[in-house]
């Protein structure tokens, strides 16, 4: 299996405009999450879901920030629109919900907003 | 909703010393306790879990240790090696609720 996959890797965009973060979750896994790390507040868990439904979004930060999973196999986060300090790496983690619970990470998506 | 809380926030140690660091948790209902290791630029990755009907738990050089009734678990790198420099993080869940909640992270250099 390869993993979980995001992408971009890299992302430089200009305040205002709208980003989109896409992640792949390994095959079979039924949770899904999405992270922000930054230096000043460490890795914050933004929103999850399981089996595609969204369980808890109360770490988005705000109505800009929105997330969809439309199938078992795609999940994207957007923001629209974004902002210098929305500059930060995201990013994606799936799980097998009653498993060992072991959440893998994909490679992130560096977002530099300038 | 559950807190954890992790020290020291940085740590230096010699190559060949040990390392420990620490967590607390709040909520007794969490049962999974897993630790990651995050290299510089790349993707936590987990490194060693427990459960909470486990008192301690250890592969090679490290080594999880859980006090269920203060709340508290610390991971034991031993004979550290400058590739263990990175950062760690604890996190605590309940099997069944999935979320995991991340402490604030422990940046480990190991001085060669």
């Known amino acids: 299996d390869a993993g979980v996959i995001q992408s971009p890797r890299h992302e430089v965009t200009e305040m205002g405009q709208e980003v989109t973060l896409r992640c792949k979750p390994i095959?079979?896994?039924?949770?899904l999450f999405w992270y922000r790390q930054t230096m000043m507040r460490g890795l914050e868990l933004l929103i999850y879901?399981?089996?595609?439904?969204?369980?808890?979004d109360s770490g988005m930060p705000e109505d800009r920030f929105s997330a969809k999973m439309p199938n078992a196999s795609f999940s994207t986060l957007k923001i629209q629109p974004s902002e210098p300090r929305d500059s930060a790496v995201y990013f994606c983690?799936?799980?097998?919900?009653?498993?060992?619970?072991?959440?893998?990470f994909g490679a992130g998506t560096r977002l530099s907003v300038l | 909703g559950e807190n954890v809380e992790q020290h020291p926030s940085t740590l230096s140690v010699q190559e060949g010393d040990s390392a420990v660091i620490k967590c607390t948790y709040s909520?007794?209902?969490?049962?999974?306790f897993p630790w990651y290791k995050q290299e510089l630029g790349k993707r936590p990755q987990l490194i060693i879990d427990?459960?909470?009907?486990?008192g301690e738990k250890k592969d090679q050089r490290i080594a999880v240790t859980l006090n269920k009734t203060a709340k508290h678990f610390s991971l034991h790198i031993t004979e550290t090696q400058p590739e263990d420099s990175a950062v760690y993080f604890c996190?605590?869940?309940?099997?069944?609720?999935?979320?995991?909640?991340f402490g604030t992270g422990t940046s480990l250099t190991v001085i060669p």
């Open positions: 983690a799936s799980s097998l919900q009653g498993a060992k619970n072991i959440q893998y």
């Open positions: 095959s079979g896994h039924n949770s």
């Open positions: 879901f399981n089996n595609n439904v969204p369980i808890d």
């Open positions: 909520d007794s209902a969490s049962n999974y």
């Open positions: 427990i459960r909470s009907n486990v």
């Open positions: 996190a605590a869940t309940v099997n069944t609720g999935n979320q995991f909640y």
